[in-house]
Structures are given as structure tokens and as C-alpha cells.
């Protein structure tokens, strides 16, 4: 696992460099309480950034998830203004000299660059390790090319908090129950329920389920999930995913989650209003 912090660079600016180093130093000391406290290990210091090692797939993914809510907690007691974003990967690794090395070390490191500020990447090797409850938390989201891998590597994302808009509908429409989801573009109509695929696709890419042709929709731009009796949209683009339901205003989803209900539209990377959008059209029922 590789942690970066994010901000410093602002922060040093901000308050001059003894303040800064002393908060980057005091954010660096929490993460590696926490690995200790996953009985990882800190293998090594590397600037404004951590490399730790762990046992299992599910100590690092639950490390990584309480580093990023202590890391919240502190910004909002008033503490230092640091971001981190995480990346691992699970596989075997040469040891030496307290060091290790290897093609899963190189794996771990360039997922870790790959993720923003706020989130935990990782990959299909982490995901299928973990354990049936754990793997619901996470959200699959692309192939990525991988500097020095001769195939792309599938991108997972963890999702250590619930979105706004999670939360807001599990309480709101926690009643509800969606037997199925049609949906429909350009003329033609796809079915999702409990008998047919527990996912399907949306993007510019051939081989994705709905094929939606526009310059600003990503090739595999988002998904739709069937979640027990509920189906999630979660945004995985570039340019963001923008839903209109029936009554409501419309949201734009950037690398989030939304839970469809009645019925309403869905664009890839425009609004649903603007003039010639392509959308994809969602009945629930």
C-alpha cells in the first residue's frame, strides 16, 4: 500500500515551511499508528508519502478506510489541511533488507498514482481477497493501462464513506423496491431484473452494454448495478454523469453513486437539458 499526502505543497506556502514539515510529520505519525494498529508495517518514508506492507488484503483495505476517516476527523477539529489518496494491490514480494521489492510493489505504486485525493484505489487481485461483506464497498472502474504491465489492470474503487446521495435515498426511499429497470436509447430498449446480469454499461466504448456516441462520454463512462432490489448508477468518467429524475432537480454525478427510482434520464458528460444531448432514458418498475 502506498499513501500520499495531498496539500502540503499549499500548506507550506500558507503558513511557512517549520509549521508545514510539523503537520505533514503529525498526518504521516497517524498513518502509521494506524498500519501498526492493522499489524501492518511501514517499510519505508518516502517524502510526503508512506509504503506499508500487510498481512492480508482486508487489514490493508480496513487500514486504509480508518486512515482516510482520521485523516477527516482532524481537518474537522481544525487540524491540518492534508488530503490523502491510497492505492495497493495484493500479491507476493521479494524481502531485503527490510525493503521489498517486485512486480506487486510496482503494481501497488502506480494504482496509488492513479487515485485521487479522498479515495482508495485498487485492483481485481485486492478484491477478490477480501471477504463478501468488504468486497461490497467496493465499485469497479475501469481498465487502466499500467506503466510496465503488457495488459491493462482493472481499477476497483473503495468506498470507505456513503455519498450524500446514498444516504439521502437509503432514508428517504428506504421503502421503495424496483423489481426491474428498463431502459431505452436511440430506439432501443435493454431489461434489467433479478434473472438477466447483475451489471451492465454505459459508454462510448463498442463493448459496452448502451453505446451512447458523444465526444464527451468516456469510453466506459458508467455503470448501473444491481444492488438486491435497488440499482445503483456510479459514475466512473471523466466529464461526469448528469440524471434528471421525474420531480426532482437534476444531480451531476463526478465518481459518485446515485440510486435510480420512477423514472427520468440519463446523459454522459452534459447536462440532460442541453440542445442535442443523447440521452438514455430509465423506467423503474
Known amino acids: 500500500m502506498f499513501i500520499d499526502v495531498s496539500g502540503s505543497t499549499a500548506l507550506y ?16 505519525s497517524i498513518l502509521s499508528r494506524i498500519a501498526e494498529e492493522f499489524s501492518g508495517r511501514v517499510v519505508k518514508s518516502m517524502g510526503d508519502g508512506l509504503m506499508c506492507a500487510f498481512g492480508s488484503a482486508e487489514a490493508a483495505i480496513q487500514a486504509g478506510r480508518v486512515m482516510h476517516e482520521r485523516i477527516v476527523t ?39 498514482g492513479l487515485a485521487k485525493v479522498g479515495q482508495i484505489l485498487t485492483t481485481e487481485e485486492t478484491v477478490s481477497q477480501l471477504p463478501a461483506a468488504l468486497r461490497e464497498s467496493t465499485r469497479r472502474l475501469d481498465q487502466m493501462p499500467v506503466k510496465g504491465k503488457s495488459a491493462p489492470v482493472m481499477i476497483y474503487e473503495v468506498l470507505w464513506q456513503v455519498t450524500d446521495e446514498l444516504t439521502m435515498l437509503g432514508t428517504r426511499y428506504g421503502g421503495e423496491r424496483a423489481v426491474g429497470l428498463r431502459l431505452s436509447h436511440q430506439g432501443r430498449e435493454c431489461r434489467m431484473d433479478n434473472a438477466g446480469p447483475g451489471a451492465l454499461t454505459l459508454g462510448r466504448d463498442s463493448g459496452c452494454d448502451i453505446v451512447v456516441v458523444h465526444s464527451r462520454a468516456s469510453r466506459y463512462h458508467a455503470r448501473i448495478e444491481r444492488r438486491r432490489d435497488k440499482f445503483v448508477l456510479a459514475d466512473q468518467s471523466s466529464n461526469g454523469t448528469w440524471v434528471w429524475i421525474a420531480g426532482e432537480q437534476e444531480v451531476v454525478l463526478k465518481r459518485e453513486e446515485l440510486m435510480l427510482r420512477s423514472h427520468g434520464r440519463i446523459a454522459l458528460g452534459h447536462r440532460t437539458s442541453d440542445s442535442g444531448a443523447v440521452l438514455v432514458e430509465f423506467v423503474c418498475e
Open 13 to 28: 506556502e500558507s503558513i511557512g515551511d517549520q509549521q508545514a514539515l510539523a503537520r505533514v510529520e503529525r498526518c504521516l
Open 74 to 112: 482532524q481537518e474537522a477539529a481544525g487540524g491540518s489541511p492534508l488530503g490523502i489518496h491510497i492505492g495497493c494491490h495484493f500479491g507476493p514480494v521479494i524481502e531485503s533488507a527490510g525493503d521489498v521489492f517486485g512486480d506487486s510493489v510496482n503494481v501497488a505504486a502506480r494504482v496509488a
